[in-house]
Structure formats: structure tokens, C-alpha cells
């Protein structure tokens, strides 16, 4: 597959979210930003006008972008993995087991147990579990909980490093230069 092509399919993911967040109406503390708000111009208090929701949009659309890159660049990518009604993580390739994450903002004891308790599962299974975390502002108990869980913890760059020795493929600099390019406008 060619650059043009995947190109092509993240855009369509991007224009996706781009129309879901058109018109709705958008509270965070910090006055951080990262490359995927930049593409689509969200700016700090725009998030803080409605926190939860974009999270979750901003998550969500991380986590299409990252296993569109893996799924049309590596010929061993696998889907999710389903462990009873859990998914302990979104893809999978070669000995790798991988869950992205936009930001980890959540420190409920249910959701730090299946931190703890997944990457043993998922090592048990063979697999190297890898949590890619496009944000450095994540919540440092559930960062703790992952690592003791024996996840590797990539944030920010270290994630785009990790996708772009993998894949060939240098998303950052993808992300980076559609800065804008998908505005949000209100």
C-alpha cells in the first residue's frame, strides 16, 4: 500500500470525526494541546466545555487512526482480542499486543484491576503488551497500575516512534502537516 493510499483512509477516518464534532456543544484544566487537536483546531477550552465527550471522541478517533496505520502497513496485524466479554487490547501484530489510549484520566479501582490484570493475560497468551498514550498529562496512578500490570507505557512521542519503526510510517508528521486542516467550527 502507498502513502497516497493510507493517506487517503486517514482522511476518511478524520473527516468522519470532523462531521460528528460539527455543531455539538463542548470543561479540563490545563491549557495542554496535542497534534490531533491541532488537526482539528480544537483548542484547549473548547475541550473544557465538555471534557468527557472529547476524551472520548479524540480516543476513539486515536485509536481508528493508529490501527488503520498498523492494519494497511503490516501484513501480521490481528484485531482485538476478545477474553470473555473484554477486549484487553485493540490490535494486535507480530509479538505485540497493542491498546491505545488519547489520554489515562481514570483512576476507578475497576478500571486500574484490568491494567493490573490484562498485561499478564495478554503475556501469558504470548504477547508483549504496549499501551500507546498520545498525551503526557495522564493520571500517574493509572500510568503506575500499567506498568505493574507489565504494559509498556509509551506517551506522546515515544508513541509515534513506536508506530513509525513498526510501520514505516510517520504519523506525527501526517498529523503535523493536516494541522487545521480539519477545523471544527462552531
Known amino acids: 500500500m502507498n502513502d497516497t493510499t493510507l493517506g487517503a483512509k486517514l482522511s476518511d477516518i478524520i473527516i468522519r470525526y ?3 464534532f460539527v455543531g455539538k456543544s463542548y470543561n479540563d ?47 501480521d496485524y490481528g484485531p482485538a ?7 484487553p487490547c485493540d490490535f494486535t501484530f507480530g509479538r505485540f499486543a497493542v491498546d491505545t489510549k488519547y489520554r489515562v484520566g481514570s483512576g476507578d479501582s475497576g478500571t486500574l ?16 503488551p504496549v499501551f500507546l498514550i498520545l498525551r503526557t498529562d495522564n493520571l500517574p496512578a493509572a500510568i503506575t497500575a500499567c506498568r505493574a500490570g507489565t504494559w ?9 516512534q513506536f508506530i513509525e519503526v513498526h510501520t514505516g510510517f510517520d504519523l506525527y508528521y501526517f498529523l503535523s502537516q493536516i494541522g487545521g486542516d480539519y477545523q471544527v467550527e462552531r
Not at 117 to 127: A, D, I, N, T, V
Not at 152 to 160: H, K, P, R, Y
Open 18 to 20: 470532523q462531521n460528528s
Open 29 to 75: 484544566e490545563n491549557q495542554d494541546h496535542d497534534v490531533l487537536m491541532d488537526v482539528f483546531g480544537l483548542t484547549p477550552e473548547i475541550k473544557r466545555e465538555n471534557r468527557q465527550y472529547w476524551g472520548r471522541e479524540l480516543g476513539m478517533c486515536w485509536q481508528l487512526i493508529v490501527a488503520c496505520v498498523f492494519e494497511n502497513l503490516r501484513q
Open 81 to 87: 482480542l476478545r477474553i470473555g466479554g473484554d477486549e
Open 113 to 128: 484491576k484490568k491494567f493490573r490484570s490484562y498485561g499478564p493475560l495478554l503475556r501469558e497468551m504470548g504477547h508483549e
Open 152 to 160: 509498556q507505557v509509551l506517551t506522546a512521542m515515544e508513541s509515534f
